[in-house]
């Protein structure tokens, strides 16, 4: 039975893993320690999963050399990613890390060489390929039914409920983050790549703070007790749940760290507004946009081929967000949920537009519109029938997802210069 140990005791890290692992994998896998820097998220941890008996520890070097681990998740903070990942690779423990798997270049090249050296067979959590629609775009798109790849449009749409949940926690501070670029995009960058079939080759990107931070009327610290409360459309109840509490509320005496910050602080960093344009090897060009105070959550995914043109458009329901008033004592800790207002159409189009041919969907139950419990089975116990899709992410895919967020970042900050993404120099 393999060893596995969770960093980070955070939302993602006790609901899409420590508790699966628990319930779906007992007789194959043992949850055998939780690290968080903060002792009290640890605890909370515990009581959210109903156990006393799993060891945490808040020294990540200490739990590795008493647990012995034989693969490691790393569902932490976006910037400590690599130092985890790292030590693992150097360990020849397997590590399965969070998207995105690392924020800065210098860190893509250390955990590439690290990679290059280690036994452990290692990935980045993209379970977006495992999402049922997107893992038949990939299968229609390697049949040949578009002919060659042209050209990918793909836009996402965050509304005011999801997307400025971002602006709330610790995401929206450049040097946690390096932007939703990396953070949020780089599952949307790691699509583009996959359905290319290629490695990014140059980036160009335009961006701005246009609606949160300073942009707002009015501000205050914090959701919790601020006097603006009654007349913020933004106001939220973020510890209505009882996990919230107990991961949160109850841990903030430790490190300081709330969880609903003012999404009008004016030290807000990073963008909330993107667009991109990017070349590939393989010559496909590709747009991207990303907006996080849409009127509507959605995803348009638009794929032109040399003999045909695959659409598929998706509207998402945000009821499971927090802040959503609805259902505010009911928000999701993985931020993720599905909702009576989700639509979803895709279509082929060949002959020149007049034949269209609807693509039906299969509907999975669990995370993400399924793609959580079949990636964690893939990750975690093999794909005995196979890969033909290619569907686990290497660590070499997931440095190729923050090396395109990165260029389009640097992009945006150099004033849309064009950016060499293997190298990140400015052409």
């Known amino acids: 039975m393999r060893r596995v140990c969770i960093v980070g005791a955070g939302g993602r890290g006790t609901s899409s893993f420590a508790a699966p692992i628990l319930k779906d994998f007992a007789g194959r896998l043992e949850l055998a320690g939780i690290f968080d820097v903060n002792p009290l998220r640890c605890q ?12 945490v520890f808040d020294d990540f070097y200490a739990m590795l050399e008493r647990q012995r681990p034989d693969a490691v998740v790393v569902a932490s903070r976006d910037d400590t990613h690599a130092e985890y990942v790292l030590a693992c690779l150097q360990r020849n423990i397997a590590v399965y890390s969070e998207k995105p798997l690392c924020t800065r270049r210098s860190d893509c090249l250390a955990i590439r060489e690290a990679a290059a050296k280690s036994q452990a067979e290692s990935y980045v959590t993209h379970n977006m390929r495992f999402g049922p629609d ?55 960058f790691d699509l583009v790549n996959w359905f290319a079939g290629s490695e990014p080759q140059r980036a160009a990107g335009q961006g701005r703070l246009a609606f949160y931070g300073k942009n707002g009327p009015y501000r205050g610290k914090r959701c919790s007790g601020c006097q603006y409360a009654g007349q913020c459309e933004f106001y939220a109840d973020v510890f209505a749940t009882e996990n919230s509490r107990l991961l949160y509320k109850e841990a903030e005496s430790f490190d ?95 002959d020149k537009g007049n034949k269209v041919e609807k693509i039906p969907e299969v509907k999975v139950e669990g995370g993400h ?36 967020g990165i260029s389009v970042m640097d992009s945006i900050s150099a004033g849309g210069s064009l950016i060499d993404v293997q190298s990140g120099e400015k052409l």
């Open 369 to 404: 519109g399924g793609a959580d419990p079949a990636m964690r089975e893939a990750i975690f116990c093999g794909m005995p029938e196979g890969d033909p899709l290619g569907q686990r992410a290497a660590l070499e895919e997931g440095i190729q997802a923050v090396l395109l």
């Open 256 to 350: 300081g760290y709330f969880r609903d910050g003012c999404v009008f602080d004016e030290a807000i960093d990073i963008p909330d507004t993107y667009a991109a344009s990017i070349s590939y090897q393989n010559q496909v060009i590709a747009n991207y946009s990303l907006l996080a105070y849409a009127q509507y959550e959605s995803m348009r995914i638009a794929i032109e081929g040399s003999k045909g043109r695959l659409e598929y458009d998706k509207y998402y329901g945000t009821s499971w967000a927090v802040g959503h008033k609805k259902t505010e004592d009911q928000s999701s800790l993985a931020n993720d949920g599905e909702d009576e207002d989700d639509s979803r159409s895709m279509r082929l189009f060949t």
């Open 44 to 55: 909370a941890s515990l009581k959210i999963l109903g156990r006393d008996d799993i060891p």
């Open 134 to 188: 997107m893992a038949q775009i990939k299968r229609l798109l390697l049949d040949g039914a578009i002919g060659d790849i042209l050209h990918i449009q793909f836009t996402e749409t965050l509304d005011r409920f999801h997307g400025a949940d971002y602006f709330r926690r610790w995401h929206r501070f450049f040097k946690n983050t390096g932007s939703l670029l990396i953070h949020k995009a780089s599952h949307h």
